[in-house]
């Protein structure tokens, strides 16, 4: 009887590709502490036909204010069990301290799509192109993120937690007037647990790092404490 693979070899492997991406050869990075809660409700529509929204405040500058908030949904077709498309819309507020809040908004399209099951886990994909607009200047930016995710049951049983970990690549194709320059834009690491709370629906919980590419000035580096309820019906 053939034994899966023990999870931590897989988990070690994922990270270790990941830590090239996270060091800058430049001056070192403006460092925050941030705290991100994400709740999500994702579930069928009709036939084919999906849906998610999303409702995301991020606080920043030691956790002790509102960073941004983003208010994100979109509608998808399942093109078959592995693959599904999604166009969507996401509405960002970005407060400013005695100033007029910066509003960015996104039209998005997106492409899920499922991997296969190497090393016993589940590795995914994720794909989003980005068309965005902000509030503070003219001009539409285009950028692309790029996700890749990995997730392993903790138990030999399969119930219970798993262990998780993605990473995801945002690279810019164009200059606007409001500060987006093409090419890095920024990478988010996340190690964490993914845990069930009841009937599909689960919580993920852990550490996520955003490297933060910035065009002038020294680049960014959050470290966020992440919280998403997944709400699936």
């Known amino acids: ?61 030691g956790s002790s204010r509102l960073d941004q908030l983003l208010l994100r949904g979109a509608v998808g077709v399942r093109l078959n069990p592995r693959l599904t498309l999604y166009q969507g819309y ?31 886990g589940e590795l995914s994909s994720r794909t ?19 996700m890749l995710r990995y997730e392993t049951p903790l138990r030999s049983d399969r119930q219970g937690p798993s262990a998780l970990v993605h990473a995801e690549l945002f690279v810019a194709f164009n200059h606007t007037d409001w500060g987006a320059r093409s090419g890095f834009d920024q990478l988010r690491s996340f190690a964490g647990v993914e845990i069930p709370v009841g009937g599909a629906s689960t919580i993920e919980a852990g550490y996520l790092n955003q490297y933060i590419a910035r065009p002038t000035g020294p680049d960014r580096m959050n470290h966020v404490a992440s919280l998403t309820l997944f709400f699936r019906h």
């Open 1 to 61: 009887m053939s034994r899966r693979p023990p999870a931590a070899p897989a988990l070690a492997l994922f990270l270790a590709a990941l830590l090239p991406w996270s060091t800058d050869a430049r001056a070192a990075p403006r460092q925050d502490e941030q705290l991100w809660v994400n709740l999500t409700a994702m579930g069928p529509l009709s036939g084919p036909l999906v849906y998610f929204a999303e409702v995301q405040p991020r606080t920043g500058d």
């Open 90 to 120: 996401a509405h960002v507020v970005v407060p400013v301290d005695g100033g007029r809040d910066v509003n960015e908004e996104r039209s998005f399209q997106q492409l899920t799509a499922a991997l296969g099951k190497p090393l016993g």
């Open 128 to 146: 989003r192109l980005e068309q965005r607009w902000r509030s503070d200047g003219d001009g539409m930016g285009w950028r692309l993120r790029q």
